[in-house]
């Protein structure tokens, strides 16, 4: 994983901000200077915190979890698809549906409502539809693909967000901090970093600033899943397991020990019983006797 150089950040013009009069106090941290107005973002912050969240992200997509990209704005949203798309994982660049992580079981009704229309072009229930029928279920098909399609993968919550410009997918963010979910984010200098857990500052307008970001990112991601395969692959087999050094059956653990021990443990046990029994008959001996010395002074 290679962490960009202050300058291939510099180059992708990840260092500007936005006007002085829009900033955010909170972002001062991240700011190194002004210049005709404009907040220069300190690019030495900006190298260390995606290399910190470069190693965060690698660590959840070698535990196989998923990660969900969102960027809703013009010039981001071809750059996530193709990134997104090449290492596999879910992404949304429409419209972000309102609900989509507190109300989740709701929208993957919606996803599968998607499947059942295609059954039903392939089953031929379509041959028994109207025209305007068939054109009102198309129509539905095509919405729901271009707002839901990139998800139709997911089967459960992602285990983490990536946004790009949080001031613009705060309802993301929002829906993320109540359900605990870790948010990745490019924060620009009029954003609020308090609402993100791993913050990148940088440039959340230019083309080219989200695009080194998000190579970075998905970089890390691919070696991260290379690794869980490679660990996989190295997992011993069961077959493996079983068998010995020479490819034979591994012997059995003899219980031979066991059951010595559970003899030798009941040898005291009889041998306590036989101990007792004479002593029981010479109990039940004694008790006549002491009977019998009443009885004779009686006569």
């Given amino acids: 994983m290679q962490i960009p150089n202050f300058d291939q950040l510099l180059e992708s013009s990840c260092h500007f901000g936005h006007l002085k009069r829009k900033w955010n106090p909170a972002m001062a941290p991240y ?19 995606l290399e910190d ?4 992200i ?3 997509a070698k535990s196989g979890r998923k990660v969900l990209f969102v960027a809703t704005k013009k010039q981001a949203k071809q750059v996530v698809e193709d990134h997104a798309k090449e290492v596999g994982m879910p992404y949304v660049i429409e419209r972000w549906p309102g609900g989509m992580l507190t109300n989740f079981p709701t929208i993957r009704k919606a996803v599968k409502k998607m499947a059942s229309i295609d059954k039903m072009a ?4 379509f041959d028994n539809m109207s025209k305007r029928e068939k054109l009102q279920i198309t129509r539905q098909r095509a919405k729901l693909e271009k707002n839901l399609g990139s998800i139709a993968d997911l089967n459960r919550l992602p285990n983490a967000l990536f946004v790009v410009d949080v001031m613009k997918e705060h309802i993301a963010v929002a829906e993320a901090n109540r359900l605990g979910i870790p948010v990745f984010g490019i924060v620009d200098t009029n954003s609020d ?12 307008d230019a083309s080219k600033s989200i695009d080194i970001i998000l190579s970075t990112i998905c970089e890390a991601i691919k070696e991260g899943l290379e690794e869980r395969k490679q660990e996989n692959i190295d997992a011993p087999t069961p077959e493996e397991i079983g068998e010995g050094e020479e490819g034979e059956e591994a012997p059995r653990p003899r219980r031979t020990r066991v059951r010595r021990v559970k003899a030798d443990e009941a040898a005291p046990a009889e041998e306590t019983k036989a101990e007792e029994e004479p002593k029981a008959e010479e109990s039940k001996a004694e008790e006549p006797k002491a009977e019998e010395e009443p009885k004779a002074e009686e006569k």
């Fill in 31 to 49: 700011i190194f200077m002004e210049r005709n107005g404009i907040h220069i973002i300190d690019l030495y912050k900006t190298q260390a915190k």
């Fill in 53 to 56: 969240a470069a190693k965060a």
């Fill in 58 to 60: 690698k660590g959840i």
């Fill in 122 to 125: 392939t089953d031929g229930t």
């Fill in 193 to 204: 970093p308090s609402n993100v857990d791993y913050v990148i500052p940088a440039n959340d």
